[in-house]
């Protein structure tokens, strides 16, 4: 392909419509082979129009678009910054840029890109090249075959289970660290199997070699060895002239690793990220990647900062940036911009978790009605079950909402197991509620829980029948903790919201056998609880769930409702790279942010910093964080008052109080609490202390 001649003294005129900085990363060696670029792009500050922009750039002075490797962590997004691109040079090359783009083939995710040199090289280390790719569950699959073939599935105390020794497995790989360390970080409960797990490790590498299979981690992992070999990394770096690299701060080692082993000088390396957004560790994503990366070539990189923001108002910038400041170690950078307002964030208190999804029902309604469509607004949590009280409210109040991060509350398998004892309990003819709750018990399959069911749609004395009833040994042993739960329940001789507690706590026992994420899952239980207290009687709770759940509101408009208004509903996770309007962040306690599994090192704490921070930075002209006074953390039950006082998260300290609108809502109850109290008419304390006198 003959690369079209360009007049370099042509001015384009598309970099008049960037700000200084944003130009100064774009020109970058202003279109030849330059020293390693940083470009340390703020929230709102234009990342992907400026990377945009610098591969047009370099295309337009001339660059081979065959030579150009572009990464991204999506490959929606490595789509639409191609036809980005294409714009932008239409400008200068016009319809030829359409020629020249479509030659720049190199442009995808990581693993996509791996995958196409795996095959080019494929018989040169080894590997067949009709080789295919598992997914995710195909690799769990297999990982269970070597786990049963090893006879690990039958050990006398529990082994884990086939995803998670997938996920020790791709985070050991991708954190390029060793077994031990991976456990005593991330997995503490499976150090006792080290060593069956590399026995497993083993099996399953032997086992994809011999099917020829390549799962997602090998895709990086083979392609860092060949990185690693001279020869070969020699050939590969010749194959390209300019590298760029989006979100740079989401890569883990072995992706770093793989861009060093192709630029080793940084000659024609791009990368692009923000420290202050690095929220994915538990994916393996190492921090370190990108504030280590000026420092890592002979030449030291170049650091250019985009710190004007066109998304946030001035108060909220401030805000975030004061939230920020607190990190251990950061690119400094204060996020400015011109958009002014007199309005600050909002920093509500609030009684608990149902006031707070009470204040932030009524501000959206009032938002609405003010023009403020619901799509323009958003909620944002740190885990995904702390949204429970919140779709409920918004289900009674008729507020469509989608969800993302995290199934929808009451569609999450453990929950809907709890509601199913429920509904067997209040009728035993439920038969697809039975079939959920008995195969929940070790050694009872569809065929037994058939033969219980049809049994209990005739018996008399219920309780009697399942008490004779002949269960399979292995279902032996839980039998009878069955049987006792189901009679109270059966002839409701608890109180209610009590019926709730005494499932979970039947239940706490199968829900770590069933489930890795145990302590997770066990806090939408007693989010549930939570939620039932608001109900007075158990019929009245699974009638209005069952009629109008959640999940009835919460899908995607589709056709011919196809532009529907909905509320957004994210975990902050979910949300990096959205915006909205209005934004609503729930639980800015303690606990919650950061989490309270998340205090344990300094890394771990600047993690949560940096997730408040994500979140703040979602709003462009409304930011509210609420703070409930008592929060029910995971792990402490919501019945009566054992609940724990929540603390303003301590990102917020009171320095920093200044930055915020503080207010009490509802202002009313708070008042109230503190008005005179009816005079004493008699000290009873003062009697009790004279007793000692």
């Known amino acids: 392909m003959n690369v079209i001649a360009r007049d370099s003294s042509l001015e384009p005129q598309y970099l008049s419509k960037l700000n200084a900085e944003q130009r100064a990363a774009v020109v970058h060696g202003d279109g030849g082979i330059a020293a390693p670029l940083l470009i340390v792009a703020g929230a709102g500050s234009g990342k992907t129009n400026t990377l945009a922009h610098r591969v047009a750039h370099l295309i337009v002075r001339g660059a081979d678009p065959r030579r150009i490797l572009l990464m991204t962590f999506s490959r929606r997004a490595s789509v639409e910054m191609t036809k980005r691109v294409e714009r932008i040079a239409g400008e200068v090359l016009g319809k030829d840029a359409a020629i020249v783009t479509d030659a720049m083939t190199w442009a995808g995710t990581f693993h996509a890109i791996g995958a196409r040199l795996l095959r080019d090289y494929a018989l040169e280390i080894g590997l067949d090249p009709a080789f295919t790719i598992h997914d995710r569950e195909d690799s769990a699959d297999l990982m269970n075959l070597a786990r049963h073939e090893l006879g690990f599935s039958k050990t006398e105390s529990r082994f884990p289970a086939k995803s ?114 690095s929220i994915y560790s538990f994916r393996a994503a190492e921090v370190r990647n990108i504030l280590d990366f000026p420092r890592q070539f002979s030449i030291p990189a170049e650091v250019i900062t985009l710190d004007r923001s066109y998304r946030s108002t001035e108060p909220i910038l401030a805000a975030a940036n004061a939230v ?48 403020t469509v619901l799509k323009s607004q958003a909620v944002l949590f740190r885990t995904s079950h702390h949204s429970g009280p919140l779709e409920i409210e918004l289900t009674r109040r008729n507020i469509p909402f989608v969800k993302f991060g995290g199934l929808k509350f009451l569609d999450a398998s453990h929950v809907k197991d709890v509601m199913a004892v429920l509904r067997l309990a209040e009728n035993p003819r439920d038969r697809v509620a039975g079939f959920r709750v008995l195969q929940i018990l070790p050694g009872i399959g569809p065929s037994t829980a058939g033969q219980i069911l049809q049994v209990l749609e005739t018996a008399p004395d219920i309780p009697a029948v399942l008490r004779g009833f002949g269960v399979p040994p292995r279902a032996a042993a839980d039998w009878p903790n069955f049987v006792t739960l189901f009679a109270g329940l059966h002839q409701k001789s608890g109180t209610w919201p009590a019926d709730l507690e005494r499932i979970r706590l039947w239940f706490e026992p199968h829900l770590g056998r069933i489930h890795e994420d145990a302590a997770t899952r066990r806090a939408d239980l007693y989010q549930l609880e939570q939620i039932a207290a608001g109900y007075p009687n158990r019929e009245r709770f699974l009638t209005d769930l069952t009629l109008d759940p959640p999940d009835a509101t919460s899908d995607k408009a589709g056709p011919p409702l196809r532009d529907e208004d909905y509320l957004v509903l994210t975990t902050i996770h979910s949300a990096k790279g959205q915006e909205w309007k209005n934004v609503f962040v729930l639980n800015a306690v303690d606990g919650c942010i950061p989490s309270d599994l998340g205090v344990g090192t300094t890394e771990e704490i600047d993690e949560e910093r940096r997730l408040l921070y994500v979140a703040m930075t979602r709003a462009r002209d409304s930011l509210h964080l609420i703070t409930p006074q008592r929060f029910y953390t995971h792990g402490q039950p919501v019945r009566g008052d054992r609940h724990v006082y929540a603390s303003r998260t301590r990102f917020i300290p009171g320095s920093i109080l200044e930055r915020f609108e503080r207010q009490i809502w509802p202002r009313s109850e708070f008042v109230e609490s503190r008005q005179p109290q009816p005079t004493v008419r008699v000290d009873l304390g003062a009697r009790m202390r004279g007793m000692w006198k």
């Not at 050991?172 to 490790?201: D, H, M, T, Y």
């Not at 997602?216 to 760029?244: G, K, N, Q």
């Not at 251990?328 to 002014?340: Q, Y």
């Open 164 to 277: 998670t020794c997938l996920a020790i497995y791709s985070r050991a790989v991708n954190a390029q660290s060793n077994l031990e360390e991976v456990l005593g970080r991330a997995f503490p409960w499976c150090i006792g199997w080290a060593e069956q797990l590399k026995q497993l490790f083993a099996a399953y590498v032997d086992a994809k070699q011999a099917q020829n299979v390549l799962d997602y981690d090998d895709l990086l992992l083979y392609w860092m060895h060949l990185t690693s070999e001279p020869s070969f990394a020699a050939e590969l770096a010749s194959r390209f002239d300019h590298i760029l690299v989006d979100e740079y701060q989401d890569t883990n080692r072995l992706q770093s690793a793989i861009l060093l082993g192709l630029k080793p000088d940084g000659a024609g390396l791009t990368v692009v990220g923000d420290d202050a957004q």
């Open 324 to 371: 920020i400041s607190g990190a251990t170690e950061r690119f400094t950078k204060d996020l400015w911009t011109d958009r002014k307002s007199m309005e600050r964030p909002q920093l509500v208190t609030v009684r608990d978790e149902a006031a707070q999804a009470n204040y932030v029902c009524q501000k959206i309604l009032e938002e609405r009605e003010a023009g």
